[in-house]
């Protein structure tokens, strides 16, 4: 009995000794020797700040900027800490509801885009944290923002074609577009929109330089 006891004892021992420190400590060693940003987050730093991850979706509000898919993350969405979707079929009165409002919106605030407004527009993701959203949903917002900013909406294109990212490994996904790294290339290049910095309650968000609202 004591023998098995003895037994048992010194397998758990280096099992927990190999699957849970010497395993863990060499992949974290492999993943900050090789991937040192990924292995940390992806964090986006912009003039010495830190203004959020470009795996992590965040809320940008008003029309000078570039926005996002909607997010079912906690009760005001983009919640880094309740990751999640609504769980709303197709046959949920409320999914219709809240689509047939956002595509109003949406509408309404851009009367200048030709086409449909894009679906990962209107669609929220299942982590509801979707930092990317397609091509023709960040060219859709051209018009909005052209105006808002009051430069050429080719330049905005320009930003946009600069910014696609193809389907990784050539066949996984689809092509996208980071909406965080976008804004930041909108920043750079035009610097505050006048709308954003007449109003202080946006100063924190339009200027990303001091850090763009996330969670």
Do not use: C, H
Not at 14 to 27: D, E, F, H, R, S
Not at 138 to 151: D, K, N, T
């Amino acid at each position: 009995m004591r023998r098995e006891i003895a037994t048992a004892l010194r397998m758990t021992l280096a099992t927990l000794l190999l699957t849970g420190i010497a395993y863990p400590l060499l992949v974290t060693g492999i993943a900050q020797a090789l991937w040192p940003r990924a292995a940390n987050g992806s964090l986006v730093v912009e003039r010495g700040r830190l203004v959020g991850s470009a795996l992590i979706g965040q809320r940008f509000d008003g029309p000078e900027w570039f926005q996002g898919r909607p997010s079912a993350a906690g009760d005001n969405g983009y919640d880094a800490l309740a990751s999640g979707g609504s769980n709303l079929g197709p046959t949920s009165a409320k999914l219709r509801d809240r689509v047939a409002a956002d595509l109003a919106r949406l509408q309404a605030a851009n009367p200048a885009a030709t086409g449909p407004v894009p679906i990962d527009l209107l669609t929220a993701s299942a982590s509801g944290l979707d930092p990317d959203i397609s091509p023709e949903a960040a060219l859709w917002q051209v018009p909005r923002v052209a105006a808002a900013r009051g430069v050429a909406a080719a330049d905005l294109r320009a930003l946009v074609a600069a910014r696609v990212r193809p389907r990784t490994l050539g066949v996984l996904g689809e092509p996208r577009v980071n909406v965080l790294l976008l804004n930041l290339d909108l920043e750079r290049r035009f610097g505050r929109a006048a709308r954003a910095a007449e109003d202080p309650a946006r100063e924190a968000q339009a200027n990303l330089s001091t850090g763009a609202r996330g969670r």
